[in-house]
Protein backbone atom coordinates (compact mmCIF):
# COMPACT_ATOMS: atom_id res chain seq x y z
CA UNK A 1 0.00 0.00 0.00
CA UNK A 2 1.35 3.55 -0.75
CA UNK A 3 1.80 6.18 1.30
CA UNK A 4 -1.01 8.33 -0.84
CA UNK A 5 -3.77 4.88 0.02
CA UNK A 6 -2.28 4.87 4.02
CA UNK A 7 -3.00 8.29 4.33
CA UNK A 8 -5.95 8.04 2.52
CA UNK A 9 -7.28 4.89 4.73
CA UNK A 10 -6.52 7.14 8.04
CA UNK A 11 -8.20 10.09 7.05
CA UNK A 12 -11.32 7.64 6.24
CA UNK A 13 -11.19 6.19 9.44
CA UNK A 14 -10.53 9.00 11.35
CA UNK A 15 -14.04 10.28 9.73
CA UNK A 16 -15.98 7.09 10.37
CA UNK A 17 -14.28 7.79 14.31
CA UNK A 18 -15.94 11.47 14.45
CA UNK A 19 -19.01 10.41 13.11
CA UNK A 20 -19.60 7.87 15.49
CA UNK A 21 -18.78 10.35 18.26
CA UNK A 22 -21.05 12.68 16.60
CA UNK A 23 -23.88 9.80 17.24
CA UNK A 24 -22.82 8.90 20.69
CA UNK A 25 -22.67 12.45 21.97
CA UNK A 26 -25.43 14.39 19.58
CA UNK A 27 -27.34 12.14 18.44
CA UNK A 28 -30.39 15.00 18.49
CA UNK A 29 -28.31 17.27 16.20
CA UNK A 30 -28.15 13.96 13.33
CA UNK A 31 -31.99 12.83 13.92
CA UNK A 32 -32.77 16.51 13.05
CA UNK A 33 -30.16 17.08 10.37
CA UNK A 34 -31.50 13.93 8.26
CA UNK A 35 -35.12 14.89 9.15
CA UNK A 36 -34.23 18.46 7.61
CA UNK A 37 -32.19 17.07 4.49
CA UNK A 38 -34.72 14.47 3.72
CA UNK A 39 -37.68 17.29 4.27
CA UNK A 40 -35.85 20.29 1.87
CA UNK A 41 -34.99 17.61 -0.64
CA UNK A 42 -38.34 16.13 -1.25
CA UNK A 43 -39.80 20.17 -1.23
CA UNK A 44 -37.27 21.50 -3.78
CA UNK A 45 -37.47 18.57 -5.57
CA UNK A 46 -41.51 18.04 -5.91
CA UNK A 47 -41.72 22.22 -6.38
CA UNK A 48 -38.84 21.69 -9.29
CA UNK A 49 -41.04 19.20 -10.77
CA UNK A 50 -44.14 20.84 -10.69
CA UNK A 51 -43.11 24.44 -11.29
CA UNK A 52 -41.38 22.63 -15.08
CA UNK A 53 -44.69 20.76 -15.74
CA UNK A 54 -46.62 24.20 -15.22
CA UNK A 55 -44.06 25.79 -17.58
CA UNK A 56 -44.15 23.14 -20.02
CA UNK A 57 -48.05 23.24 -20.29
CA UNK A 58 -47.75 27.00 -20.90
CA UNK A 59 -45.36 26.90 -23.63
CA UNK A 60 -47.74 23.92 -24.97
CA UNK A 61 -50.78 26.00 -24.37
CA UNK A 62 -48.91 28.95 -26.80
CA UNK A 63 -47.87 25.91 -29.91
CA UNK A 64 -51.53 25.78 -30.03
CA UNK A 65 -51.77 29.04 -31.00
CA UNK A 66 -48.42 30.35 -32.46
CA UNK A 67 -46.19 28.30 -35.32
CA UNK A 68 -43.40 26.21 -33.15
CA UNK A 69 -40.99 27.82 -35.28
CA UNK A 70 -41.68 31.39 -33.65
CA UNK A 71 -42.55 29.71 -30.11
CA UNK A 72 -39.63 27.67 -29.21
CA UNK A 73 -36.87 29.68 -30.24
CA UNK A 74 -38.06 32.82 -28.67
CA UNK A 75 -38.89 30.72 -25.35
CA UNK A 76 -35.67 28.97 -25.52
CA UNK A 77 -34.07 31.82 -26.40
CA UNK A 78 -35.89 34.04 -23.46
CA UNK A 79 -35.55 31.29 -21.03
CA UNK A 80 -31.92 30.81 -21.47
CA UNK A 81 -31.44 35.01 -20.83
CA UNK A 82 -33.46 35.14 -17.45
CA UNK A 83 -32.02 32.02 -15.85
CA UNK A 84 -28.44 32.59 -17.05
CA UNK A 85 -29.12 36.04 -15.63
CA UNK A 86 -30.00 34.40 -12.57
CA UNK A 87 -26.80 32.24 -12.25
CA UNK A 88 -24.67 34.97 -13.04
CA UNK A 89 -25.84 37.65 -10.63
CA UNK A 90 -26.37 35.47 -7.65
CA UNK A 91 -25.24 32.20 -7.53
CA UNK A 92 -22.40 31.11 -10.46
CA UNK A 93 -21.96 27.81 -8.56
CA UNK A 94 -25.83 26.80 -9.79
CA UNK A 95 -24.92 26.52 -13.30
CA UNK A 96 -24.73 22.95 -15.03
CA UNK A 97 -26.46 19.74 -14.29
CA UNK A 98 -25.59 20.02 -10.06
CA UNK A 99 -24.44 16.32 -9.75
CA UNK A 100 -20.44 17.49 -11.04
CA UNK A 101 -20.77 20.13 -8.23
CA UNK A 102 -22.05 17.79 -5.56
CA UNK A 103 -19.14 15.40 -6.52
CA UNK A 104 -16.30 18.02 -6.54
CA UNK A 105 -17.58 18.54 -2.87
CA UNK A 106 -17.14 15.49 -1.55
CA UNK A 107 -13.64 15.24 -3.34
CA UNK A 108 -12.53 18.28 -0.92
CA UNK A 109 -12.52 20.71 -3.76
CA UNK A 110 -13.65 24.32 -2.79
CA UNK A 111 -17.44 24.27 -4.21
CA UNK A 112 -20.01 27.20 -2.96
CA UNK A 113 -22.71 25.59 -1.17
CA UNK A 114 -25.81 26.65 1.17
CA UNK A 115 -29.47 27.46 0.88
CA UNK A 116 -28.69 30.65 -2.13
CA UNK A 117 -27.09 28.13 -4.14
CA UNK A 118 -30.10 26.05 -3.91
CA UNK A 119 -32.92 28.28 -4.47
CA UNK A 120 -31.07 29.68 -7.54
CA UNK A 121 -30.84 26.11 -8.51
CA UNK A 122 -34.37 25.73 -8.55
CA UNK A 123 -35.56 28.77 -10.13
CA UNK A 124 -33.37 28.86 -12.91
CA UNK A 125 -33.34 25.10 -13.23
CA UNK A 126 -37.56 25.90 -14.08
CA UNK A 127 -37.01 28.41 -16.16
CA UNK A 128 -34.06 26.59 -18.43
CA UNK A 129 -36.16 23.58 -18.59
CA UNK A 130 -39.60 24.57 -18.75
CA UNK A 131 -38.29 26.50 -22.14
CA UNK A 132 -36.72 23.75 -23.92
CA UNK A 133 -33.74 22.91 -22.81
CA UNK A 134 -33.87 19.37 -23.64
CA UNK A 135 -32.90 18.01 -19.65
CA UNK A 136 -33.78 16.64 -16.74
CA UNK A 137 -34.27 17.51 -13.08
CA UNK A 138 -32.16 14.94 -11.59
CA UNK A 139 -28.80 17.07 -11.69
CA UNK A 140 -30.49 20.12 -10.18
CA UNK A 141 -32.15 18.19 -7.29
CA UNK A 142 -29.10 16.42 -6.44
CA UNK A 143 -27.24 19.85 -6.29
CA UNK A 144 -30.08 21.06 -4.15
CA UNK A 145 -30.55 17.79 -1.65
CA UNK A 146 -26.64 18.66 -1.07
CA UNK A 147 -26.97 22.47 -0.89
CA UNK A 148 -30.12 22.13 2.02
CA UNK A 149 -27.86 19.13 3.55
CA UNK A 150 -25.12 21.37 4.00
CA UNK A 151 -27.06 24.06 4.91
CA UNK A 152 -28.60 22.18 7.73
CA UNK A 153 -24.94 20.72 9.05
CA UNK A 154 -23.95 23.88 9.18
CA UNK A 155 -26.31 25.58 11.02
CA UNK A 156 -26.47 22.79 13.59
CA UNK A 157 -22.31 23.12 13.82
CA UNK A 158 -21.94 19.29 13.14
CA UNK A 159 -18.00 18.81 12.09
CA UNK A 160 -16.79 18.38 8.76
CA UNK A 161 -16.85 14.83 8.29
CA UNK A 162 -20.77 14.83 8.93
CA UNK A 163 -21.11 17.62 6.76
CA UNK A 164 -19.55 15.38 4.01
CA UNK A 165 -21.53 12.21 4.31
CA UNK A 166 -24.99 14.46 4.89
CA UNK A 167 -24.64 16.24 1.69
CA UNK A 168 -23.80 12.84 0.17
CA UNK A 169 -26.99 11.39 1.38
CA UNK A 170 -28.93 14.97 0.82
CA UNK A 171 -27.53 14.25 -3.02
CA UNK A 172 -28.98 10.79 -2.55
CA UNK A 173 -32.50 12.38 -1.13
CA UNK A 174 -32.92 14.59 -4.26
CA UNK A 175 -32.60 11.06 -6.85
CA UNK A 176 -34.75 9.62 -4.85
CA UNK A 177 -37.67 12.19 -4.76
CA UNK A 178 -37.31 13.14 -8.07
CA UNK A 179 -37.72 9.39 -9.79
CA UNK A 180 -39.91 8.06 -6.56
CA UNK A 181 -36.88 5.90 -6.26
CA UNK A 182 -35.49 5.52 -2.75
CA UNK A 183 -33.44 2.43 -2.66
CA UNK A 184 -31.90 4.22 -6.50
CA UNK A 185 -30.84 7.31 -4.50
CA UNK A 186 -29.28 5.44 -1.94
CA UNK A 187 -27.39 3.50 -4.23
CA UNK A 188 -26.54 6.42 -6.19
CA UNK A 189 -24.99 7.93 -3.18
CA UNK A 190 -23.33 4.86 -1.98
CA UNK A 191 -21.65 4.17 -5.51
CA UNK A 192 -20.79 7.26 -7.35
CA UNK A 193 -21.26 10.41 -4.77
CA UNK A 194 -19.15 8.68 -1.47
CA UNK A 195 -17.67 5.25 -2.90
CA UNK A 196 -18.48 3.62 0.59
CA UNK A 197 -19.84 1.23 2.32
CA UNK A 198 -19.18 1.72 5.95
CA UNK A 199 -22.12 1.20 8.08
CA UNK A 200 -23.08 3.96 9.87
CA UNK A 201 -22.65 5.66 6.38
CA UNK A 202 -25.15 3.65 5.08
CA UNK A 203 -27.51 4.08 7.70
CA UNK A 204 -27.79 7.33 7.70
CA UNK A 205 -28.02 7.63 3.73
CA UNK A 206 -30.62 5.30 3.89
CA UNK A 207 -32.82 6.86 6.65
CA UNK A 208 -32.63 10.26 4.49
CA UNK A 209 -33.27 9.16 1.00
CA UNK A 210 -36.36 6.80 2.05
CA UNK A 211 -37.72 9.86 4.11
CA UNK A 212 -37.32 12.17 1.28
CA UNK A 213 -39.31 9.78 -1.08
CA UNK A 214 -41.93 9.52 2.16
CA UNK A 215 -42.06 13.38 2.02
CA UNK A 216 -41.98 13.77 -1.56
CA UNK A 217 -45.05 11.72 -2.03
CA UNK A 218 -46.52 13.16 0.53
CA UNK A 219 -46.63 16.70 -1.19
CA UNK A 220 -47.67 15.23 -4.17
CA UNK A 221 -50.92 13.79 -2.64
CA UNK A 222 -51.82 17.08 -1.08
CA UNK A 223 -51.50 19.18 -4.23
CA UNK A 224 -47.89 20.62 -5.06
CA UNK A 225 -47.58 17.74 -7.66
CA UNK A 226 -51.42 16.35 -8.14
CA UNK A 227 -50.02 14.76 -11.87
CA UNK A 228 -48.35 12.38 -9.79
CA UNK A 229 -49.83 9.36 -7.87
CA UNK A 230 -47.34 8.24 -4.61
CA UNK A 231 -49.77 9.21 -1.91
CA UNK A 232 -53.44 9.35 -1.78
CA UNK A 233 -55.01 11.27 1.54
CA UNK A 234 -57.62 8.53 1.62
CA UNK A 235 -55.74 5.05 0.79
CA UNK A 236 -52.51 6.51 2.14
CA UNK A 237 -49.24 5.77 0.52
CA UNK A 238 -49.47 3.87 -3.27
CA UNK A 239 -47.38 1.93 -5.62
CA UNK A 240 -46.46 4.14 -8.28
CA UNK A 241 -45.74 2.29 -11.65
CA UNK A 242 -44.98 5.06 -13.98
CA UNK A 243 -45.51 1.93 -16.63
CA UNK A 244 -47.14 -1.15 -16.55
CA UNK A 245 -44.89 -4.15 -18.56
CA UNK A 246 -45.70 -7.51 -19.04
CA UNK A 247 -42.21 -8.78 -18.62
CA UNK A 248 -41.14 -12.51 -19.68
CA UNK A 249 -37.39 -14.00 -18.75
CA UNK A 250 -35.89 -16.76 -20.51
CA UNK A 251 -32.96 -18.25 -20.95
CA UNK A 252 -32.21 -17.38 -24.44
CA UNK A 253 -32.30 -13.21 -23.24
CA UNK A 254 -28.79 -13.28 -21.79
CA UNK A 255 -27.30 -13.31 -24.98
CA UNK A 256 -29.54 -10.33 -26.47
CA UNK A 257 -29.37 -8.71 -23.46
CA UNK A 258 -25.58 -8.92 -23.40
CA UNK A 259 -25.64 -7.98 -27.34
CA UNK A 260 -27.92 -4.72 -26.07
CA UNK A 261 -25.47 -3.98 -23.47
CA UNK A 262 -22.35 -4.36 -25.71
CA UNK A 263 -24.26 -1.48 -28.23
CA UNK A 264 -25.05 0.71 -25.03
CA UNK A 265 -22.10 1.14 -23.73
CA UNK A 266 -20.30 1.77 -27.12
CA UNK A 267 -22.98 4.18 -27.74
CA UNK A 268 -22.90 6.06 -24.13
CA UNK A 269 -18.76 6.39 -24.24
CA UNK A 270 -19.58 8.19 -27.61
CA UNK A 271 -21.98 10.26 -26.07
CA UNK A 272 -19.98 10.84 -23.23
CA UNK A 273 -17.23 12.44 -25.29
CA UNK A 274 -19.71 14.49 -27.40
CA UNK A 275 -20.96 15.77 -24.37
CA UNK A 276 -17.40 16.93 -22.80
CA UNK A 277 -15.99 18.03 -25.91
CA UNK A 278 -18.74 20.09 -26.56
CA UNK A 279 -18.29 21.54 -22.89
CA UNK A 280 -14.56 22.46 -23.16
CA UNK A 281 -15.68 24.29 -26.49
CA UNK A 282 -18.49 26.51 -25.00
CA UNK A 283 -15.91 27.26 -22.46
CA UNK A 284 -13.42 28.22 -24.86
CA UNK A 285 -15.60 30.41 -27.12
CA UNK A 286 -17.52 31.74 -24.29
CA UNK A 287 -15.27 31.75 -21.50
CA UNK A 288 -17.02 33.31 -18.30
CA UNK A 289 -19.69 34.83 -20.50
CA UNK A 290 -22.81 32.70 -19.16
CA UNK A 291 -25.75 34.67 -20.69
CA UNK A 292 -24.52 34.81 -23.96
CA UNK A 293 -23.72 31.16 -24.08
CA UNK A 294 -26.87 29.90 -22.37
CA UNK A 295 -29.27 32.60 -24.72
CA UNK A 296 -27.53 31.17 -27.90
CA UNK A 297 -27.94 28.19 -27.12
CA UNK A 298 -31.99 28.75 -26.53
CA UNK A 299 -32.29 29.89 -29.32
CA UNK A 300 -30.46 26.86 -31.30
CA UNK A 301 -31.91 24.54 -29.79
CA UNK A 302 -35.44 26.06 -29.78
CA UNK A 303 -34.85 26.36 -33.95
CA UNK A 304 -33.79 22.91 -34.09
CA UNK A 305 -37.09 21.64 -31.91
CA UNK A 306 -39.08 23.94 -34.49
CA UNK A 307 -39.00 22.28 -37.21
CA UNK A 308 -39.49 18.94 -35.80
CA UNK A 309 -42.82 16.99 -35.23
CA UNK A 310 -44.93 18.16 -32.86
CA UNK A 311 -43.92 14.84 -30.67
CA UNK A 312 -40.48 16.27 -30.25
CA UNK A 313 -41.88 19.48 -28.36
CA UNK A 314 -42.26 17.92 -24.74
CA UNK A 315 -39.66 15.55 -23.26
CA UNK A 316 -41.97 13.57 -21.26
CA UNK A 317 -44.43 12.93 -23.73
CA UNK A 318 -41.07 11.85 -26.32
CA UNK A 319 -40.11 9.30 -23.54
CA UNK A 320 -44.10 7.88 -23.19
CA UNK A 321 -43.71 7.00 -27.14
CA UNK A 322 -40.36 5.25 -26.86
CA UNK A 323 -41.26 3.87 -23.10
CA UNK A 324 -44.26 2.14 -24.32
CA UNK A 325 -42.99 1.17 -27.78
CA UNK A 326 -45.52 3.25 -29.58
CA UNK A 327 -42.35 4.94 -31.88
CA UNK A 328 -40.97 3.36 -35.64
CA UNK A 329 -37.54 2.71 -36.02
CA UNK A 330 -37.64 5.82 -38.07
CA UNK A 331 -38.92 7.73 -35.23
CA UNK A 332 -36.67 6.10 -32.32
CA UNK A 333 -33.61 6.45 -34.56
CA UNK A 334 -34.63 10.65 -35.00
CA UNK A 335 -35.34 10.64 -31.44
CA UNK A 336 -31.75 9.32 -30.35
CA UNK A 337 -30.10 11.52 -32.68
CA UNK A 338 -32.10 15.04 -31.90
CA UNK A 339 -31.68 13.96 -28.34
CA UNK A 340 -27.76 13.45 -28.57
CA UNK A 341 -26.75 16.25 -31.13
CA UNK A 342 -29.21 18.94 -28.47
CA UNK A 343 -28.28 17.66 -24.97
CA UNK A 344 -24.79 18.35 -25.99
CA UNK A 345 -25.80 21.77 -26.71
CA UNK A 346 -27.45 22.31 -23.96
CA UNK A 347 -24.62 21.05 -20.98
CA UNK A 348 -22.61 23.12 -23.18
CA UNK A 349 -24.43 26.19 -22.86
CA UNK A 350 -24.28 26.07 -18.99
CA UNK A 351 -28.04 25.33 -18.40
CA UNK A 352 -29.23 24.11 -15.70
CA UNK A 353 -30.46 20.59 -15.97
CA UNK A 354 -29.52 17.11 -15.57
CA UNK A 355 -28.31 14.24 -18.48
CA UNK A 356 -30.41 11.42 -16.44
CA UNK A 357 -33.77 11.75 -17.95
CA UNK A 358 -32.29 12.22 -21.55
CA UNK A 359 -30.29 9.03 -20.93
CA UNK A 360 -33.41 7.23 -20.35
CA UNK A 361 -35.05 8.68 -23.63
CA UNK A 362 -31.80 8.03 -25.46
CA UNK A 363 -31.38 4.52 -24.19
CA UNK A 364 -34.61 3.25 -24.32
CA UNK A 365 -34.03 4.93 -28.25
CA UNK A 366 -31.46 1.99 -28.75
CA UNK A 367 -33.51 -0.84 -26.49
CA UNK A 368 -36.57 -0.22 -28.81
CA UNK A 369 -34.11 0.02 -32.14
CA UNK A 370 -32.58 -2.85 -31.43
CA UNK A 371 -35.22 -4.69 -30.51
CA UNK A 372 -37.11 -3.96 -34.03
CA UNK A 373 -33.71 -5.20 -35.39
CA UNK A 374 -33.48 -7.99 -33.33
CA UNK A 375 -37.12 -9.17 -33.98
CA UNK A 376 -36.74 -8.43 -37.58
CA UNK A 377 -33.95 -10.76 -38.04
CA UNK A 378 -34.38 -13.79 -35.51
CA UNK A 379 -37.81 -13.57 -35.09
CA UNK A 380 -37.77 -12.82 -31.38
CA UNK A 381 -36.89 -9.56 -28.68
CA UNK A 382 -37.24 -9.98 -24.77
CA UNK A 383 -40.32 -7.89 -23.27
CA UNK A 384 -37.51 -6.06 -21.16
CA UNK A 385 -35.30 -4.42 -24.42
CA UNK A 386 -36.36 -0.97 -23.74
CA UNK A 387 -36.29 -0.30 -20.40
CA UNK A 388 -32.86 -2.61 -19.90
CA UNK A 389 -31.67 0.20 -22.62
CA UNK A 390 -32.63 2.92 -20.50
CA UNK A 391 -31.02 1.28 -17.59
CA UNK A 392 -27.40 0.46 -19.93
CA UNK A 393 -27.19 3.71 -21.56
CA UNK A 394 -27.18 5.57 -17.92
CA UNK A 395 -24.66 2.71 -16.68
CA UNK A 396 -22.58 3.13 -19.37
CA UNK A 397 -22.40 7.20 -19.01
CA UNK A 398 -22.50 7.21 -14.90
CA UNK A 399 -20.44 3.80 -14.22
CA UNK A 400 -22.87 3.11 -11.93
CA UNK A 401 -24.32 0.57 -13.13
CA UNK A 402 -26.77 -0.54 -9.85
CA UNK A 403 -28.00 3.06 -9.38
CA UNK A 404 -28.88 2.88 -13.36
CA UNK A 405 -30.48 -0.37 -12.92
CA UNK A 406 -32.57 0.42 -9.87
CA UNK A 407 -33.97 3.90 -11.69
CA UNK A 408 -35.22 1.55 -14.30
CA UNK A 409 -36.82 -0.91 -12.43
CA UNK A 410 -38.71 2.20 -10.76
CA UNK A 411 -40.49 3.11 -13.85
CA UNK A 412 -42.13 -0.19 -13.97
CA UNK A 413 -41.75 -1.81 -10.04
CA UNK A 414 -41.67 -4.41 -11.68
CA UNK A 415 -39.09 -7.41 -9.50
CA UNK A 416 -38.46 -9.55 -12.67
CA UNK A 417 -37.25 -6.77 -14.70
CA UNK A 418 -34.09 -6.56 -12.33
CA UNK A 419 -32.86 -9.64 -13.64
CA UNK A 420 -32.55 -8.26 -17.58
CA UNK A 421 -31.47 -4.94 -16.05
CA UNK A 422 -28.58 -6.30 -14.25
CA UNK A 423 -27.42 -8.19 -17.34
CA UNK A 424 -27.29 -5.29 -19.38
CA UNK A 425 -26.05 -2.73 -17.01
CA UNK A 426 -22.87 -4.35 -16.04
CA UNK A 427 -22.29 -5.38 -19.83
CA UNK A 428 -22.86 -1.53 -20.39
CA UNK A 429 -20.72 -0.28 -17.89
CA UNK A 430 -17.83 -2.83 -18.30
CA UNK A 431 -18.01 -2.48 -22.10
CA UNK A 432 -17.76 1.32 -21.18
CA UNK A 433 -14.91 1.12 -19.00
CA UNK A 434 -12.77 -0.41 -22.05
CA UNK A 435 -12.11 3.37 -24.04
CA UNK A 436 -12.48 5.19 -20.43
CA UNK A 437 -12.01 4.65 -16.64
CA UNK A 438 -14.37 7.66 -15.12
CA UNK A 439 -17.94 8.47 -15.69
CA UNK A 440 -18.70 11.49 -17.19
CA UNK A 441 -19.69 13.95 -14.51
CA UNK A 442 -15.65 13.00 -13.24
CA UNK A 443 -14.85 14.11 -16.30
CA UNK A 444 -16.88 17.20 -16.55
CA UNK A 445 -14.95 18.14 -12.70
CA UNK A 446 -11.69 17.82 -14.47
CA UNK A 447 -12.96 20.17 -17.35
CA UNK A 448 -14.33 23.05 -14.52
CA UNK A 449 -10.85 22.46 -12.93
CA UNK A 450 -8.96 23.51 -16.17
CA UNK A 451 -11.30 26.86 -16.71
CA UNK A 452 -11.03 27.94 -13.25
Given at each position: M ?56 W ?11 L??P ?14 T???P ?7 SHI??FL ?34 S ?6 V ?51 V ?18 F ?5 E ?11 F????E??Q ?8 F ?41 I ?49 A ?20 G ?33 P ?20 LI ?14 S ?14
Amino acid sequence: MSDKQIKAHHQRNSSIKTIRQLLQQRWFVVVVALILTGFGAAITGVLFRAGVHNLDYWRLQLLEKLPARLVLPLMGGIGGLISSTLITKFAPAASGSGVSHIMAFLRHRPVPMGIKVGFIKLISGIIAIGSGFPLGPEGPSVQMGGSVAWQMAKWLKAPAPFRRVIVAAGGGAGIAAIFSAPIGGFIYAIEELLNSARPVVLLLIVVTTFWADTWADVFQGIGLEPQAGGYDNILGFQLQREYVQTVNFLPKDFVYLIILGVVTGILAELYCRYVLIMQSQGNKWFDQKLILRMTISGLLIGTIYGFLPESFHHLGELKELIAEGNATNLMAGGTFLILFISTGIAAASGAPGGLFYPMLILGGSIGLTCGNVAELITGYVPSSYIFAGMGGFIAGCSRTPITAMFLAFALTKDLLILKPLLICCITSFLIARIFHESSIYERQIQIEAMKN
